[in-house]
């Protein structure tokens, strides 16, 4: 044994393993690679701000480094450091690059194209800019402060904790009215993606169905392309008074301004897509206590429909995603992510009778769940 490994086994438990001399020289690497993780969304942001997706688009899906500094109108003399920003976006997936180094889109950088409507959903370039705001950085920055702080129930987020307001709440457009927007906007295109996949994926769905009510529905965009591809469907949407006064009136929905937790609009089915997961097991088991009033038996096609992550460890590269999606819920929310355990338990407690995982979507799953 070295010096270096009698010391340390010195310190150590009894069961503890020394690490060999290549397993900490990679534990070293592996170290830095986390601490600097942080700079990734970073650069994503960084590119946002610029335009990089967006111009790329405008030179016909592929542009070279003096492309992008014209397109971007930046100084020539910082074309270097664009470079190396390029790389790193190139080598974390959001671009893609040749031996030429030209740098065209992919599928993730196509998402926040300006302008640009994928399959019906708006650009998710706000939701990055929401993410990646100081707002949430300071959040999470306070995280050890909010473990430590012996608070009485219900337990406010650290986002609360630190900034003494809560998101999507009025507190937040009192304290900032630009970025209250800005998060809304990224709530919105969050909530309203993927939909044309669902009633692609998941047809059965919404057959035979003549009235739902989409809570928490925001502007009515997922109610509206139900409507359009089920036109025979009664659409209303539910959302508080000041989220259905900016709604358009276009005919399609039935705008109802409500609060879920009192009381739904009456349909055969009730929809709850990427809700549930902002609040806490005893809020949801109340929000879906409501749902449950509002549907009839289930003989006559009564349920409620669920689009929300369901965590689940064997899903690969997918587990990370939605572990840190709940841990961003921790941080900036009273909701968590649930596996299927969590998400029956509750739907027990809430007084329903079955529930069955529709189809796995990405990180989501849209579940039907029967009273």
């Not at 289930?298 to 939605?322: A, W």
Request: hydrophobic share 45%.
């Amino acid at each position: 044994h070295s010096k270096r490994e009698k010391a340390m086994a010195d310190k150590s438990s009894p069961m503890m393993t020394i690490p060999t001399d290549a397993e900490l020289i990679q534990a070293q690497a592996d170290l830095w690679r986390h601490c600097l993780s942080y700079l990734t969304p970073m650069a994503l942001r960084c590119a946002i701000q610029l335009g990089i997706p967006t111009a790329i688009h405008r030179l016909g899906g592929a542009a070279s480094l003096p492309d992008l500094v014209t397109a971007l109108s930046l100084p020539p003399s910082k074309a270097p450091f664009l470079s190396r920003l390029l790389q790193l976006l190139s080598t974390t997936g959001v671009l893609a690059s040749n031996e030429a180094r030209i740098y065209s889109l992919v599928p993730l950088s196509y998402l926040l194209v300006d302008g640009i409507l994928v399959d019906g959903d708006a650009s998710q370039a706000a939701l990055v800019l929401c993410l990646t705001s100081r707002y949430h950085m300071e959040a999470a920055m306070g995280l050890a402060d909010w473990f430590k702080k012996d608070i009485a129930q219900p337990v406010p987020s650290p986002f609360e904790d630190v900034h003494g307001a809560t998101l999507f709440e009025e507190s937040m457009t009192v304290l900032d009215p630009e970025s209250d927007k800005l998060f809304n906007e990224a709530l919105a295109a969050h909530d309203h993606m993927g939909i044309g996949t669902i009633l692609r994926e998941c047809h059965g769905l919404f057959n035979g169905l003549q009235s739902l009510t989409d809570c928490c529905g925001g502007d009515g965009t997922t109610a509206r392309a139900i409507v359009k591809a089920f036109p025979h469907i009664k659409c209303n949407v539910l959302d508080l008074p000041r989220v259905i006064n900016k709604a358009p009136s276009d005919g399609l929905v039935n705008y109802i301004a409500g609060d879920m937790f009192h009381s739904i609009p009456p349909a055969q089915v009730v929809m709850l897509k990427l809700v549930l997961h902002f609040w806490s097991d005893e809020d949801c088991i109340n929000i879906l206590t409501q749902c449950k009033k509002a549907i009839p038996s289930r003989e006559v096609g009564g349920k409620v429909i669920i689009m929300d992550i369901v965590v689940d460890s064997s899903s690969g590269p997918l587990f990370e995603t939605q572990m840190l999606m709940d841990m961003v819920m921790m941080v900036c929310t009273r909701g968590r992510q649930r596996d299927e355990n969590d998400w029956s338990a509750i739907f027990m407690k809430a007084g329903f009778s079955d529930y069955k995982i529709v189809k796995k979507l990405g990180a989501r799953g849209v579940i039907e769940v029967y009273p």
